[in-house]
């Protein structure tokens, strides 16, 4: 069983960064897939990006067009954790983001952080 924990969101102003962070409790094993996702106000949820890790620990990433650029998706296997850094925030940003993780063994979700980019 996996746990997943977000934390690092709050409120920024436009142009300002934050680092969002998905700590993992429970063993993850190769092939899985970490994401982030976000749903803002009367927003369909969406697809931030994603980090790919496969079978021979080849590493790969992906990102929603309205970021591209602006935010980075890492990780640290030492700390179990998924991050976020997020550049050049934007009021359209706000959301609630979760991070989610796919295995072989099933999907779990963390429960969101909120993010709000505002003067």
């Known amino acids: 069983q996996v746990q997943l924990m977000e934390s690092g969101g709050g409120l920024v102003q436009p142009g300002g960064s934050l680092r969002l962070s998905c700590a993992a409790s429970?063993?993850?094993?190769?092939?899985?897939?970490m994401s982030w996702y976000r749903q803002g106000p009367g927003k369909q949820r969406e697809l931030v990006a994603t980090i790919t890790v496969d079978s021979n620990s080849g590493v790969s990433t992906n990102y929603g067009d309205s970021v591209k650029g602006r935010f980075t998706i890492s990780r640290d296997n030492v700390k179990n954790t998924l991050y976020l850094q997020m550049n050049s925030l934007k009021p359209e940003d706000t959301a609630v983001y979760s991070c989610?993780?796919?295995?072989?063994?099933?999907?779990?979700w963390g429960q969101g952080t909120q993010v709000t980019v505002s003067s």
């Open positions: 989610s993780l796919g295995t072989r063994g099933g999907g779990y």
């Open positions: 429970g063993s993850i094993f190769r092939p899985y897939i």
